[in-house]
């Protein structure tokens, strides 16, 4: 076989594990396999590498991706998917890996019901895909952010502040979640519950009366105020329709020290959360996300998507990768409260 291999949307660590798993288990076999270059851009454009072993040697441990990834929309390009069937029948590929989020997965169940032959892999930081419980690249960013809100306890302590950290994640407050309960956080906003700025104030000034002059509130880039909409950093959108959320790691740090007269700072982590190498954990996820995409296209069942439940790997419709966004588990939610103030 030849088997075609991309990885589109924004980059998470541990995309080259799931390169090189599909790889060294193809090439085990006598099969062929071809990485394509910037996501879909790179079908369109036949743009596209070898991938012997040689090309994936050393990669595990390499955060990003070794294809190079971009948000290119075939279905917001001139016969964008005409020309992805047509390279795809000159270059004799028989298969696709598509490694993605929604838009990238998106795209490749749109191609499947056209007649391509497509496996998906989950990824993401966000961890918002629905039907699998963990995309790898999120485990690496939790720990990143755990790590700078560590660090910025110390400093916060020493000089009696409010640290108001913003972290990505889009319209899913998973990493503030997580990455909230594992550092300790003070108070923490997520897209999923509207902000109450006057109880997240009233929580830091009692903890201050508790004797605790300094807090550490993490806040989800998507999270909003009643009836108000979300922070933008401009109003363009991408080929998929989406705005760049950000800004609201500012709003409530103004609106904190107004309110409460402590003195507060604002971190803005943006993509250091997306950037180094991944953890152990999203390396092996990764790895068993690869090998069993290769069983899927063994097995000729395409349209489907790898997905992790519980301890097991098994496969789902593409379609419910992205029905719809997977938000946060309120009893998680409730379970952070608990440390608040
Ligand atoms: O989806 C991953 C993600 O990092 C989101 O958390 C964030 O909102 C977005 O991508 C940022 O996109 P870009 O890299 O295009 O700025």
Not at 111 to 115: A, N, P, R, V
Not at 163 to 176: L, P
């Given at each position: 076989?030849?088997?075609?291999?991309?990885?589109?949307?924004?980059?998470?660590?541990?995309?080259?594990?799931?390169?090189?798993?599909?790889?060294?288990?193809?090439?085990?076999?006598?099969?062929?396999?071809?990485?394509?270059?910037?996501?879909?851009?790179?079908?369109?454009?036949?743009?596209?590498?070898?991938?012997?072993?040689?090309?994936?040697?050393?990669?595990?441990?390499?955060?990003?991706?070794?294809?190079?990834?971009s948000?290119?929309?075939?279905?917001?390009?001139?016969?964008?998917?005409?020309?992805?069937k047509n390279?795809?029948?000159e270059?004799?590929?028989?298969?696709?890996?598509?490694?993605?989020?929604?838009?990238?997965l998106?795209?490749?169940?749109k191609?499947?019901?056209?007649?391509l032959?497509?496996?998906?892999?989950?990824?993401?930081?966000?961890?918002?895909?629905?039907?699998?419980?963990f995309?790898?690249?999120?485990?690496?960013?939790?720990?990143?952010?755990?790590?700078?809100?560590?660090?910025?306890?110390?400093?916060?302590?020493?000089?009696?502040?409010i640290?108001?950290?913003?972290?990505?994640?889009?319209?899913?407050?998973?990493?503030?979640t997580?990455?909230?309960?594992?550092?300790?956080?003070?108070?923490?906003?997520?897209?999923?519950?509207?902000?109450?700025?006057?109880?997240?104030?009233?929580?830091?000034?009692?903890?201050?009366?508790?004797?605790?002059?300094?807090?550490?509130i993490?806040?989800?880039?998507?999270?909003?105020?009643?009836?108000?909409?979300?922070?933008?950093?401009?109003?363009?959108?991408?080929?998929?329709?989406?705005?760049?959320?950000?800004?609201?790691?500012?709003?409530?740090?103004?609106?904190?020290?107004?309110?409460?007269?402590?003195?507060?700072?604002?971190?803005?982590?943006?993509?250091?959360?997306?950037?180094?190498?991944?953890?152990?954990?999203?390396?092996?996820?990764?790895?068993?996300?690869?090998?069993?995409?290769?069983?899927?296209?063994?097995?000729?069942?395409?349209?489907?998507?790898?997905?992790?439940?519980?301890?097991?790997?098994?496969?789902?419709?593409l379609?419910?990768?992205?029905?719809?966004?997977?938000?946060?588990?309120?009893?998680?939610?409730?379970?952070?409260?608990?440390?608040?103030?």
């Open positions: 076989m030849n088997i075609g291999i991309l990885t589109g949307g924004g980059d998470c660590p541990g995309l080259n594990s799931v390169i090189r798993a599909v790889v060294r288990k193809a090439i085990q076999e006598n099969h062929k396999v071809i990485g394509f270059r910037y996501g879909w851009k790179g079908i369109l454009e036949k743009d596209f590498i070898n991938l012997d072993l040689f090309s994936i040697s050393g990669i595990l441990p390499k955060g990003g991706t070794i294809l190079g990834t948000r290119t929309n075939p279905y917001k390009k001139e016969n964008g998917p005409d020309i992805i390279n795809c029948k270059l004799a590929i028989d298969a696709i890996v598509a490694i993605g989020g929604e838009d990238t998106g795209v490749a169940q191609l499947y019901q056209e007649g032959n497509i496996v998906g892999v989950p990824k993401t930081i966000d961890n918002d895909l629905s039907a699998t419980d995309t790898f690249g999120f485990d690496t960013a939790v720990n990143i952010v755990m790590e700078c809100i560590d660090r910025l306890h110390t400093t916060a302590e020493s000089h009696n502040r640290m108001v950290v913003e972290v990505m994640g889009r319209h899913a407050g998973w990493i503030a997580y990455a909230g309960i594992a550092g300790g956080a003070d108070y923490i906003l997520i897209p999923e519950i509207p902000i109450d700025i006057e109880e997240v104030c009233l929580s830091i000034q009692q903890r201050h009366k508790m004797g605790k002059k300094f807090s550490i993490v806040v989800a880039e998507g999270a909003i105020f009643k009836d108000k909409d979300i922070y933008v950093q401009d109003k363009g959108l991408d080929e998929f329709g989406h705005v760049r959320l950000g800004g609201i790691g500012n709003i409530i740090s103004k609106i904190i020290e107004e309110k409460t007269g402590f003195e507060t700072r604002v971190t803005v982590l943006g993509h250091i959360q997306r950037g180094g190498s991944p953890t152990a954990f999203d390396r092996v996820l990764g790895t068993r996300f690869g090998v069993k995409a290769f069983e899927l296209i063994k097995e000729k069942k395409f349209g489907r998507m790898v997905a992790l439940k519980g301890i097991e790997i098994i496969d789902v419709p379609k419910d990768a992205t029905e719809k966004l997977k938000t946060v588990d309120l009893k998680l939610y409730e379970i952070a409260k608990i440390f608040f103030g």
